[in-house]
């Protein structure tokens, strides 16, 4: 599945915005979903994901309660909504897939076959 992730911009700290990755393949609906970040300087870390079946969802602690992560399998697009922005959000945000990956796994990067290109995201105080 090949992977284009949008919605990046400027924001101010409170503030919001939606991430949007679509994926083009006949098999997304089987793919479990995640955001990872990567702020400079500093390793990609795990944001969020969802089951392939949308039922479960994971969050990183540093994001649970202010992200919400959704999907439409109908359009292929994932989505990112990020709420209560702290400048610490500050990074490059890509989406990525693996085929039936369990919750348990979804934080370990090797796991994912495909990634999009990332989009950045800057909160200013």
């Known amino acids: 599945v090949q992977l284009q992730a949008s919605g990046g911009g400027l924001v101010q700290a409170g503030g919001s915005l939606r991430l949007s990755c679509a994926a083009s393949?006949?098999?997304?609906?089987?793919?479990?979903m995640s955001w990872f970040r990567q702020a400079p300087g500093k390793e990609r870390e795990f944001v969020g994901a969802?089951?392939?079946?949308?039922?479960?969802?994971r969050y990183a602690d540093s994001v649970k309660g202010r992200f919400t992560i959704s999907r439409d399998d109908g359009k292929g697009t994932v989505h990112l909504q990020m709420d209560s922005l702290k400048p610490e959000d500050t990074a490059v945000y890509y989406c990525?897939?693996?085929?039936?990956?369990?919750?348990?796994?979804?934080?370990?990067?090797?796991?994912?076959?495909?990634w999009g290109q990332g989009t950045q995201v800057t909160v200013s105080s």
């Open positions: 990525a897939a693996a085929p039936g990956l369990r919750l348990q796994y979804v934080p370990r990067i090797t796991y994912y076959n495909s």
């Open positions: 393949g006949r098999t997304f609906s089987s793919y479990t």
């Open positions: 969802i089951t392939s079946s949308g039922s479960a969802t």
